[in-house]
């Protein structure tokens, strides 16, 4: 089970910008499907963006679409959530996520990395 730990979480004013990293403890490139969740307090966790067939393949939640991008750089085994045009509504503690296969069975968990957007 490979090993996630986020960074780059902080205070941003609305309409700032922050890059988050999810760093593995190993090899990424065989790993079919990465994602960024985010859970705010109260609230279930969401499906932010992922990166399917290997990084072939982009999706993002309709919220985050035109704001958010998400990459993954396997030589670093590391992937990225490009942050920009904050909101408030985007506070949440930010969570990535390994799906191996691809079949929605996500192995592997960060500890998460929060972010607050302030109005």
């Known amino acids: 089970q490979v090993q996630l730990v986020e960074s780059g979480g902080g205070l941003v004013q609305a309409g700032g910008s922050l890059r988050l990293s999810c760093a593995a403890s190993?090899?990424?490139?065989?790993?079919?499907?990465m994602a960024w969740y985010r859970q705010a307090p109260g609230k279930q966790r969401e499906l932010v963006c992922h990166?399917?067939?290997?990084?072939?393949?982009?999706y993002c939640a309709d919220s985050v679409k035109g704001r958010f991008t998400i990459s993954r750089d396997n030589a670093k085994n590391t992937m990225y959530l490009q942050m920009n045009s904050l909101k408030p509504e985007d506070t949440a503690d930010y969570i990535c996520?390994?799906?191996?296969?691809?079949?929605?069975?996500?192995?592997?968990w960060g500890r998460g990395t929060q972010v607050t957007v302030s109005s």
């Open positions: 996520g390994a799906d191996p296969d691809g079949l929605g069975f996500y192995s592997s």
């Open positions: 190993g090899r990424i490139f065989s790993i079919d499907t």
């Open positions: 990166l399917t067939g290997g990084g072939r393949a982009v």
